[in-house]
């Protein structure tokens, strides 16, 4: 891996870029550019950006953004670098990096969280739970807030209290001509209302506002595992269940391989099997009855859905998807889980190419489904499951595998798509045309003019501007 400095940026320039920030400018001449480079996904451990600024406030970022536009770089911002796509690095370009930018202050009264433009999930949680509070987070701890709540937000509580994006009061955004835009209800609610599903598209987010909502410390959640065979039967006991099941609850089945944890015998470690793995937000006690109907459905290799901390849910995957691992998501929306396409996915189960490759069918509707279609940009609302291919793997030679299998699998399901999809679980490039409708796409690219005319940040699921190059 070589690491060149793009012949544009002189000493002096950075120099110059370094006495305008209080946070540190890093370059291929420094000891941390390597480690500063880096984001989640390993497939894109490559890129090599030109500098890499890591903002200490919003005062830097406007720098940043003001040093990229007058040297002709491209920008990629990095919130909690999670991005399948590898949207939060790039080559030969600036990486504005908000990961100093973590802070969270939780106003219990107000039921409020001001959180930094580079916090991650486990951040939020670590200071709401303090208070018995929460709000709609990843699956994973190490997800940045930003990127998933601009694209939406899919976690445990959704069906109770809404997307991400859907608790996403106000925000302050440094948008391309360096100003600081406050964005709410009151105030620019057309951006809100951009904020809430369209991406990274018009500006870099410094600071977002949400709701909070009593939660924990300790609920009712974790996951039954299943031998493989018994997948067609427990896709199709949670459809059914799925149609009737409260708010309370969200859940999802998972086509996978066992991870080799305590908790699942070790002579099942590493074989396929199926997983329900849920939450309740409700009262513990009631938890055991909300699932009854599904888990009976076969005998299983292990359960451990019952009482654990929020906190713990909330960490519970993470030591499966840890940093620097390659990865590629594909997803789409569906508009029903029919027999056929169980079958299918049963299937396709069976010829994943590693032990990390997952089918995941999400289970929606709930609060998710009542926001108004138009409401947000979020593109689609009434799709009952959101079915997402997820694979990861560690010897870069193994990649074309795994894409091509999770393609395949999103592919054996397009006569049960709606035709759209999350853009968060898009490991592609290119996709935002088809993913929102036609509506929500036009409002986008009427917002992008206004905002972003020029495309200073289409480095994400770009939404082009109308008047880009005129
Ligand atoms: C292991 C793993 C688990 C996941 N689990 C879930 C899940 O449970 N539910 C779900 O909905 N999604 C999930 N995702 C997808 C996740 O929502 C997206 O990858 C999301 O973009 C990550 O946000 P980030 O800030 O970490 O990413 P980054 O890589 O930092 O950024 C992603 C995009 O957002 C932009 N961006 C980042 N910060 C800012 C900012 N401050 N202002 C403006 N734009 C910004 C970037 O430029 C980029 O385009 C998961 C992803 C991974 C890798």
């Given at each position: ?19 305008s ?19 989640w ?6 890129r ?18 003001g ?74 701890s ?44 009151s105030?620019n ?63 999802l ?66 030591p ?53 279609a ?25 990649r ?41 796409y036009t ?12 495309n200073?940040?289409?480095l ?11």
């Amino acid at each position: 891996m070589s690491h060149t400095i793009a012949p544009i940026l002189g000493e002096a320039t950075i120099q110059e870029l370094r006495e305008s920030v209080r946070g540190q400018v890093i370059t291929p001449g420094d000891a941390s550019y390597g480690e500063a480079c880096q984001i989640w996904n390993g497939a894109y451990q490559d890129r090599r950006p030109a500098v890499v600024v890591q903002c200490a406030g919003a005062a830097d970022v406007i720098a940043a953004v003001g040093f990229a536009r007058s040297h002709g770089l491209p920008i990629a911002v990095r919130g909690g670098g999670h991005s399948v796509a590898g949207f939060s690095t790039c080559d030969d370009g600036i990486m504005i990096d908000l990961s100093p930018m973590r802070g969270v202050d939780v106003d219990p009264v107000s039921r409020r969280a001001v959180v930094g433009g580079g916090a991650v999930w486990a951040d939020v949680d670590h200071e709401t739970q303090v208070h018995g509070l929460a709000t709609t987070g990843g699956l994973v701890s190490s997800t940045g807030v930003a990127g998933f709540t601009l694209g939406g937000g899919i976690g445990w509580t959704m069906r109770k209290f809404g997307l991400a994006c859907d608790n996403l009061v106000a925000a302050d955004v440094v948008t391309a001509d360096g100003q600081i835009v406050h964005a709410s209800e009151s105030e620019n609610a057309d951006l809100l209302w951009g904020l809430r599903g369209g991406g990274g598209n018009f500006g870099i987010v410094t600071r977002f506002e949400f709701g909070l909502h009593p939660l924990g410390p300790v609920i009712y959640a974790g996951a039954v595992f299943y031998p493989a065979e018994d997948a067609f039967d427990l896709l199709r006991a949670f459809r059914a269940w799925s149609a009737g099941a409260p708010d309370e609850v969200t859940a999802l089945v998972n086509l996978t391989s066992a991870p080799p944890l305590p908790v699942i015998p070790e002579e099942w470690h590493g074989r396929k099997v199926v997983a329900l793995v849920a939450a309740s937000s409700g009262p513990v006690d009631e938890g055991p009855a909300l699932f009854g109907g599904i888990t009976d459905v076969a005998e299983p290799i292990a359960d451990v859905l019952g009482p654990m901390p929020y906190k713990f849910l909330q960490t519970l995957l993470d030591p499966l998807w840890p940093s620097g691992i390659h990865a590629y998501f594909k997803a789409t929306n569906l508009a029903r889980l029919d027999d056929q396409l169980v079958d299918r996915l049963c299937k396709a189960h069976q010829t994943a190419p590693g032990p990390q490759c997952e089918i995941h069918v999400h289970q929606m509707g709930g609060a998710v489904a009542r926001v108004g279609a138009g409401a947000s940009a979020f593109p689609e609302r009434s799709m009952p499951f959101v079915l997402n291919a997820v694979t990861g793997w560690h010897d870069p030679a193994a990649r074309s595998a795994h894409t091509d299998w999770a393609r395949a699998v999103i592919g054996a399901a397009s006569e049960a798509s709606t035709g759209r999809a999350y853009v968060n679980f898009l490991g592609d490039a290119g996709a935002a045309q088809s993913s929102y409708s036609e509506d929500a796409y036009t409002r986008l690219v009427a917002l992008k003019d206004k905002y972003d005319p020029t495309n200073v940040f289409r480095l994400n699921q770009n939404i082009e501007p109308s008047m880009a190059g005129s």
